[in-house]
C-alpha cells in the first residue's frame, strides 16, 4: 500500500471546516463528525476546489465509534497529521456531554489513533482560552488526569465539585484544561513513535455562527476590547497556525499549548496563568 499524506480532522464545523481546507493544500483530507451529512457536504465542498477530501462518521464518546475510525485511518496507511475540533460550548448541553465530547472525546481519540501515526506525524487538539482562565483544585486536577478515557469522569467530577458547582460553563474551562494536561502527558507516548501531540488554545473567534451572536452580545464585545488588538480572532488565524504546528517546520514543538488569543488573557488576568496545576 502506497502512503498518503493523510490529516484526521475532526469535527466538521465552522472551524473543523475552515482547519480541513488548510490542511488541504498539503494533505488529502478524512473530515469526520457526529453529523455525516454535515462531514460529507463539507468534504464535497473541497472536492469542488480540486481537493482530496472524504467523509466519515464518527461520534468521539463512543469507544466503538473512535475505533472504527482509527481501523479506516489504518486502511489508508496511517496519518501525518490529526486535528481533533469537534466540541461543543456551554451554551449547547450540560456538564456531562460537554466533558464527555470535550475531554473524554479527545483522550479516546489519541489513545485509539497513536497506533496509527506515522513517523513524523502531529496532533493537535482545539482546546479554549477558557483552560486559561480557571483555577483548579488539586483533586479536580487529579480526576481529569487519571480518568480522562474513562466513562465515569463526570461522575467523578461531580462528586469531587459538589452538584451545584457542576455548570455548563465549569465543564468547558475544566474539558479544555483537561486538554491541556492530555497533551502534556501524551507527547512522551507520542515520541516513541516519533510523534508530536499538543492543543491550541483559540480565544475569540468570530466564526459564521457566532456572528449574530456578536451583534447582539454587548459582554462578548466588551470582553474582546480589552484585548490588545480589540478584536475577534478570524478563522484563518487559527487554521494557518495549526497548519504550521502540523508541518515539520514544528518538528520541536510538543507537549505544549499555543494560546491565540490576541493578547486577551495577558490583558484579563495576571493570576491566570499558572493558577491551576497542569
Ligand atoms: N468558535 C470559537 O470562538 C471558539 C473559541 C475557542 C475554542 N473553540 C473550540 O473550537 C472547536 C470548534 O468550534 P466550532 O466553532 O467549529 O464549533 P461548531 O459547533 O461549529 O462545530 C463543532 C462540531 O463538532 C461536532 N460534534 C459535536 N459532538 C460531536 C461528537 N460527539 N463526535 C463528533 N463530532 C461532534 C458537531 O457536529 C460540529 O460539527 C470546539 O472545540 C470549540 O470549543 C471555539
Same mark, same amino acid.
Given at each position: 500500500?502506497?502512503?498518503?499524506?493523510?490529516?484526521?480532522?475532526?469535527?466538521? #464545523? #465552522?472551524?473543523?471546516?475552515?482547519?480541513?481546507?488548510?490542511?488541504?493544500?498539503?494533505?488529502?483530507?478524512?473530515?469526520? *463528525?457526529? =453529523?455525516?451529512?454535515?462531514?460529507? +457536504?463539507?468534504?464535497?465542498? @473541497?472536492?469542488?476546489?480540486?481537493?482530496?477530501?472524504?467523509?466519515?462518521?464518527? =461520534?468521539?464518546?463512543?469507544?466503538?465509534?473512535?475505533?472504527?475510525?482509527?481501523?479506516?485511518?489504518?486502511? $489508508?496507511? #496511517?496519518? $501525518?497529521? %490529526?486535528?481533533?475540533? &469537534?466540541?461543543?460550548?456551554?451554551?449547547?448541553? &450540560?456538564?456531562?456531554?460537554?466533558?464527555?465530547?470535550?475531554?473524554?472525546?479527545?483522550?479516546?481519540? /489519541?489513545?485509539?489513533?497513536?497506533?496509527?501515526?506515522?513517523?513524523?506525524?502531529?496532533?493537535?487538539?482545539?482546546?479554549?482560552?477558557?483552560?486559561? %482562565?480557571? &483555577?483548579?483544585?488539586?483533586?479536580?486536577?487529579?480526576?481529569? $488526569?487519571?480518568?480522562?478515557?474513562?466513562?465515569?469522569?463526570?461522575?467523578?467530577?461531580?462528586?469531587?465539585?459538589?452538584? *451545584?458547582?457542576?455548570?455548563?460553563?465549569?465543564?468547558?474551562?475544566?474539558?479544555?484544561?483537561?486538554?491541556?494536561?492530555?497533551?502534556?502527558?501524551?507527547?512522551?507516548?507520542?515520541?516513541?513513535? +516519533?510523534?508530536?501531540? @499538543?492543543?491550541?488554545?483559540?480565544? %475569540?473567534?468570530?466564526?459564521?455562527?457566532?456572528?449574530?451572536?456578536?451583534?447582539?452580545?454587548?459582554?462578548?464585545?466588551?470582553? /474582546?476590547?480589552?484585548?490588545?488588538?480589540?478584536?475577534?480572532? $478570524?478563522? *484563518?488565524?487559527?487554521?494557518?497556525?495549526?497548519?504550521?504546528?502540523?508541518? *515539520?517546520?514544528?518538528?520541536?514543538?510538543?507537549?505544549?499549548?499555543?494560546?491565540?488569543?490576541?493578547?486577551?488573557?495577558?490583558?484579563?488576568?495576571?493570576?491566570?496563568?499558572?493558577?491551576?496545576?497542569?
Amino acid at each position: 500500500m502506497t502512503k498518503e499524506s493523510l490529516a484526521v480532522v475532526i469535527g466538521a #464545523g #465552522g472551524m473543523g471546516a475552515a482547519i480541513a481546507a488548510t490542511l488541504s493544500r498539503d494533505h488529502a483530507v478524512l473530515l469526520a *463528525d457526529i =453529523d455525516a451529512a454535515r462531514a460529507e +457536504q463539507r468534504a464535497a465542498a @473541497l472536492r469542488s476546489e480540486g481537493r482530496t477530501a472524504t467523509a466519515a462518521c464518527c =461520534d468521539v464518546t463512543s469507544a466503538e465509534s473512535v475505533y472504527a475510525l482509527a481501523a479506516m485511518v489504518g486502511e $489508508r496507511g #496511517g496519518f $501525518r497529521v %490529526l486535528a481533533h475540533v &469537534a466540541g461543543m460550548s456551554p451554551s449547547m448541553a &450540560a456538564f456531562d456531554a460537554i466533558m464527555r465530547v470535550n475531554l473524554l472525546g479527545p483522550a479516546r481519540v /489519541a489513545q485509539a489513533l497513536l497506533p496509527f501515526a506515522q513517523p513524523g506525524a502531529a496532533a493537535i487538539v482545539i482546546a479554549s482560552l477558557g483552560a486559561h %482562565l480557571v &483555577a483548579v483544585p488539586p483533586p479536580v486536577a487529579a480526576v481529569l $488526569r487519571e480518568h480522562a478515557t474513562q466513562d465515569d469522569i463526570s461522575e467523578r467530577l461531580r462528586a469531587e465539585l459538589g452538584e *451545584d458547582a457542576a455548570t455548563s460553563d465549569l465543564a468547558y474551562q475544566l474539558s479544555k484544561f483537561g486538554v491541556l494536561m492530555l497533551c502534556r502527558r501524551e507527547a512522551a507516548r507520542w515520541a516513541e513513535r +516519533q510523534a508530536r501531540i @499538543l492543543s491550541v488554545s483559540p480565544g %475569540l473567534i468570530a466564526t459564521p455562527m457566532g456572528a449574530r451572536e456578536w451583534e447582539t452580545n454587548a459582554a462578548k464585545r466588551r470582553l /474582546a476590547a480589552m484585548a490588545p488588538l480589540k478584536r475577534e480572532g $478570524r478563522l *484563518d488565524e487559527i487554521s494557518e497556525v495549526v497548519a504550521f504546528l502540523a508541518s *515539520d517546520r514544528a518538528s520541536f514543538i510538543t507537549g505544549t499549548d499555543v494560546l491565540i488569543d490576541g493578547g486577551l488573557a495577558g490583558a484579563i488576568s495576571d493570576v491566570s496563568f499558572g493558577g491551576g496545576s497542569i
